[in-house]
């Protein structure tokens, strides 16, 4: 066990410097607090927007910094937008900038704006698409670049990148044209980065996860099916804390797992 600026660390992360993507609520928020009780020092990264993508919030990344920091943990906030060319890249430079280095991304960040088919704007395809698909690439493109220069400069350590895919993505439905194609695209990405990336030792995998969030709320039929538990001692199947787990084993140095895509749900 070593200590940290006062904290002792015994976490399956301890030492890892972690980004977190669209971490101000639901998933995201989740997975930066349990990367964080493992010792994981993380960048939360949310613009603060709604569901569908309006407004921004710089208040929600920070109180997600501020609850790691209450329980003792080590954290900084980024509100840059991932599907920003140039905000993708401060973001990489956040987590170098404070902690040294980088190790773990959570692609996490997305929106939702369901529409039949015909019905469909193009903003309305085009912004999905852009947090996404294009936010997940932006970020992940950065990232290699950083990784590939620590490479060739010798300085080799495990890395790992974990995308989110979604069932809209791997099984799609109706009215969301826009964004099961991001969510698959998402899946197919993950699949080639794997293969491209896996000779500078970085791995990369994904989750096609399943939770109450705002997303999953917002999509007719699955907020009934994904309410909370009327008993208080009744295991919360679909309570994002849930996922976790996964994506921060996904992020483990010793973990050997990449080019899947995961599925998961409840415990």
Known sequence: MKKTKGRQHMGVLDGRVAIITGAGRGLGREHALQFAAEGARVVVNDVGGSASGE???SDLAHEVVAEIKAAGGEAVANTDSVSDWAGAQRLIETAVDTFGDLHAV???A???RDRMLVNMTEDEFDSVINVNLKGTFAVSHHTARYWRGRSKQGL????????????????????QTNYAAAKAGIAAMTQV??????RIGVRVNG???LARTRTTDATPGL???LAEPEAEQEFDVYHPRNVSPLVAYLATEDCPLSGHVFRVVGG
């Open 106 to 108: 959570v692609n996490n």
């Open 193 to 198: 980065a794997a293969k491209e990336l896996g």
């Open 156 to 175: 080799d350590a495990d890395r790992v990148i974990v995308n989110t895919s979604s069932g809209a993505g791997l099984a799609p439905g109706v009215g």
């Open 55 to 57: 407004g921004t919030d």
């Open 207 to 209: 989750i096609a996860p």
């Open 110 to 112: 997305g929106i939702l």
């Open 223 to 225: 907020s009934e099916r």
